[in-house]
Nanobody, 115 residues
Framework: QVRLVESGGGLVQAGGSLRLSCAASTNIFSFKAMGWYRQAPGNERELVARITAGGSTEYGDSVKGRAAISRNIATNTVNLQMNVLKPEDTGVYYC?????????WGQGTQVTVSG
């Protein structure tokens, strides 16, 4: 069974940076696209950043200019670098992937931005 496992969340001060990593248990090119999504309490899950198998990227409006998604083919990971963090970036960050006709999700990692 294919799995996605996130890591790298935690408590960060406003203005700081963090790097999230999503490890896939299979070749990341098996996915049509992979991305990072987040959900704050009381809000719907929203796109942070995604990357297609072809390398095209897309970012949510609230993180444009502050986020960068990348992938490491050797380790089958998709990473999210976020800078100039704001309290409104707080939420559970999920790694998701489109695998065939299915959407696969990781268990999520909490990011809390203080200040």
């Amino acid at each position: 069974q294919v799995r996605l496992v996130e890591s790298g969340g935690g408590l960060v001060q406003a203005g700081g940076s963090l790097r999230l990593s999503c490890a896939a248990s299979t070749n990341i090119f098996s996915f049509k696209a992979m991305g990072w999504y987040r959900q704050a309490p009381g809000n719907e899950r929203e796109l942070v950043a995604r990357i297609t198998a072809g390398g095209s990227t897309e970012y949510g409006d609230s993180v444009k200019g502050r986020a960068a998604i990348s992938r490491n083919i050797a380790t089958n990971t998709v990473n999210l670098q976020m800078n100039v963090l704001k309290p409104e970036d707080t939420g559970v960050y999920y790694c998701g992937g489109a695998l065939g006709a299915s959407a696969l999700w990781g268990q999520g990692t909490q990011v809390t931005v203080s200040g």
